[in-house]
């Protein structure tokens, strides 16, 4: 399905699975974190590997499957992916520092340190392995770093300029949390849904999934009920 024609640069917990969620309602089939427990063919060693080897990375087969793509760990890569799909349009989903702190605090760098509990050899090792290795750079499980909310706010900050340096401007469209459709449909030339945009994945709805993994850390599928679709 490849060459990707939206890739999201917004860092996770700034509405990235609602975009998800959104984005396939408009008719595209999007990558996102959750894909590595909904689509078994997915393997993370691709991006521990398109990681370590940027330069040898093959993207139009590591998102076969996809048209679209948000989240970590496609926001490490935003640099290659727009080099590489240059027709691609890019969404920079963004929220204030200070919350974007600690929803991420209180959820994605709780899992990943969760995950860092992960037996050896297991189904989840080699996401575990991508995921602290990927994702922030190393730093997303990183309890040391997290403790230090001036420099995560920082580094949170310090990506949004980045990105609006390194996107020409006629592909970079930056959506606030929680901003609806209009100005993405717009952007992307999709024509507006009757239904509501989307909101998922809660910080509440995040933490019963957290609790639930460390029950079965072990498991490669998403608890019932915690599907984006």
């Known amino acids: 399905m490849a060459p990707l024609e939206v890739i999201g640069a917004g860092f996770g917990r700034t509405g990235t699975d609602s975009l998800r969620?959104?984005?396939?309602?408009?008719g595209y089939k999007t990558h996102h974190m959750k894909s590595f427990w909904e689509d078994q063919d997915m393997n993370p060693d691709d991006f521990y590997e398109a990681y370590?080897?940027?330069?040898?990375?093959?993207?139009?087969?590591?998102?076969?499957?996809?048209?679209a793509a948000v989240d970590w760990p496609t926001v490490t890569f935003y640099k290659e992916l727009i080099?590489?799909?240059?027709?691609?349009?890019?969404?920079?989903t963004v929220r204030s520092a200070e919350s974007w702190y600690k929803s991420a605090k209180n959820?994605?760098?709780?899992?990943?340190?969760?995950?860092?509990?992960t037996p050896e050899g297991s189904p989840m090792a080699k996401f575990t392995r991508m995921t602290t290795t990927v994702c922030l750079d190393g730093l997303l499980a990183d309890k040391e770093a997290f403790a230090d909310e001036e420099r995560m706010k920082k580094i949170y900050l310090d990506h949004i300029e980045d990105v609006k340096k390194t996107v020409p401007a006629e592909r970079l469209l930056i959506m606030e949390l929680g901003e609806g459709w209009t100005r993405m449909c717009n952007f992307l030339g999709k024509e507006i849904p009757k239904e509501p945009y989307p909101s998922t994945n809660s910080t509440e709805e995040f933490s019963k999934m957290i609790s639930a993994f460390e029950k079965n850390p072990e498991a490669r599928t998403l608890p019932d009920g915690f599907s984006s679709q």
Do not use: C, E, F
């Open 21 to 26: 969620t959104a984005l396939n309602m408009l």
């Open 107 to 117: 959820t994605i760098h709780k899992a990943a340190s969760v995950g860092l509990n």
């Open 83 to 92: 080099a590489k799909y240059p027709d691609a349009k890019v969404l920079l």
């Open 52 to 67: 370590m080897h940027r330069d040898q990375a093959d993207w139009d087969k590591i998102y076969a499957n996809y048209d």
